[in-house]
């Protein structure tokens, strides 16, 4: 049983579901199977769907055919309780009714951290934020992923099948991690359970990963010069785009909240495409301050951030990826051969990490 409320501020409901598999671990679901009645997070439909193959799952983009259609949702009254559901919960949450893609941050603070992992030099080439005090960074060298404090102190680790070379985030507290560099190359999930790394599922790819990013279900996979959008379980759907031209042509990727806009980084011609859903270009843009473009990050609102190493510059882009609106860091603020960039919704700050260095800056932003 749950008990809904109305606030008469704008806000918007927001019904969730446990994973009848691992309710226990307060799992929330991703997929509903009409067949066997009962909903899955990402790791336990893919074991689902191995056992029963011919079972029909919806994800979260086909809400409708769960069994709290939405039209009931909006006729929900004030201390109405709903009857039936083992596993649910339901929140009141704040949200903007319009985000502004093109809302420039302006950098108010610096602070900068030295990550305590073995890794000899290589630097940090992925970094994710769940939350003010779960930051996932990987490890080149050693092949780990590794969980970090709010001071980006080590907590906890775990190693991985080949080298990370992305991070993207599924659920608040799940993330998968392109693995390549090796004759190893895939997508390895984990989540964090208690303030421990947990390992999930896996899959494997026949090509190299360098980038990865993700969008209701579906995974987008960079190979350094192709983009390639895959299903959770890893069944390849088609390969989007490609340029052959030379290495590193399609290296990060990123997508909009909206999901028709993919950007990826081309860091040989120093340029960040935007291509639509089908794979077309869209945009490019180029700018003397965009010298070999390797990390690229989109808030929740749409906004666009993107590392560039050889110039030593974070800058944001409009939400369509056309034009510059800031150059927000340089190397006078320390940056040196920046490799990956986040926004940390939950602290307002941008963080980045660096190759061949364990230095992370934290910027502080409004």
């Known amino acids: 049983m749950a008990t809904f409320s109305r606030s008469t501020v704008e806000k918007v409901i927001v019904i969730d579901f446990y994973c009848a598999s691992c309710q226990k671990q307060g799992q929330w679901a991703e997929f509903y199977c009409k067949k066997c009645l009962k909903f899955y997070c990402v790791k336990c439909v893919i074991k689902?769907?191995?056992?029963?193959?011919?079972?029909?799952?919806?994800?979260?983009?086909d809400k409708k055919m769960w069994p709290v259609p939405e039209k009931e949702l909006q006729d929900l009254h004030e201390d109405k309780h709903i009857e039936g559901f083992c596993y649910i919960r339901i929140i009141l949450a704040e949200v903007s009714?319009?985000?502004?893609?093109?809302?420039?941050?302006?950098?108010?603070?610096?602070?900068?951290?030295?990550?305590?992992?073995?890794?000899?030099?290589?630097?940090?080439?992925?970094?994710?934020?769940?939350?003010?005090?779960?930051?996932?960074?990987?490890?080149?060298?050693?092949?780990?992923?590794?969980?970090?404090?709010?001071?980006?102190?080590?907590?906890?680790?775990?190693?991985?099948?080949?080298?990370?070379r992305d991070i993207?985030?599924?659920?608040?507290?799940?993330?998968?991690v392109a693995v390549g560099l090796n004759v190893t190359n895939g997508v390895q999930f984990f989540s964090v359970n208690g303030g421990q790394l947990v390992n999930g599922t896996k899959f494997t790819c026949q090509h190299d990963c360098s980038g990865i990013a993700y969008y209701l279900q579906h995974l987008y996979l960079t190979s350094g010069t192709a983009?390639?959008?895959?299903?959770?379980?890893?069944?390849?759907?088609?390969?989007l785009?490609?340029?052959?031209?030379?290495?590193?042509?399609v290296y990060k990727c990123a997508v909009n909240p909206s999901g028709d806009k993919i950007f990826i980084t081309n860091v040989k011609h120093h340029k960040v495409l935007t291509l639509a859903t089908d794979g077309s270009v869209l945009h490019m843009f180029t700018d003397?301050?965009?010298?070999?473009?390797?990390?690229?990050?989109v808030t929740d609102l749409g906004q666009v951030l993107v590392c560039a190493a050889s110039s030593n510059t974070i800058l944001q882009l409009d939400g369509e990826g056309k034009?510059?609106?800031?150059?927000?860091?340089?190397?006078r603020d320390g940056l040196n051969y920046p490799q990956s960039v986040c926004y940390n919704r939950s602290t307002a700050?941008?963080?980045v990490t660096h190759h061949l260095s364990n230095k992370i800056l934290v910027f502080k932003v409004k």
């Open 48 to 61: 689902h769907g191995k056992k029963f193959k011919r079972h029909v799952t919806y994800g979260t983009e």
């Open 97 to 164: 009714v319009q985000g502004d893609p093109d809302q420039v941050f302006s950098v108010e603070g610096k602070s900068e951290y030295d990550v305590s992992i073995p890794s000899d030099g290589m630097g940090i080439p992925a970094i994710c934020a769940l939350s003010d005090d779960q930051i996932l960074v990987a490890d080149i060298e050693y092949k780990r992923l590794y969980l970090l404090d709010d001071q980006y102190q080590v907590v906890g680790h775990s190693d991985l099948s080949s080298f990370p």
């Open 168 to 176: 993207c985030q599924i659920t608040p507290n799940e993330v998968a």
């Open 227 to 239: 983009l390639f959008k895959y299903s959770m379980s890893g069944d390849l759907s088609n390969k």
């Open 241 to 249: 785009y490609e340029d052959t031209s030379a290495w590193r042509t």
């Open 288 to 297: 003397p301050d965009l010298h070999c473009p390797c990390g690229i990050h």
């Open 323 to 331: 034009k510059k609106l800031a150059t927000l860091a340089t190397e």
């Open 349 to 351: 700050s941008i963080i």
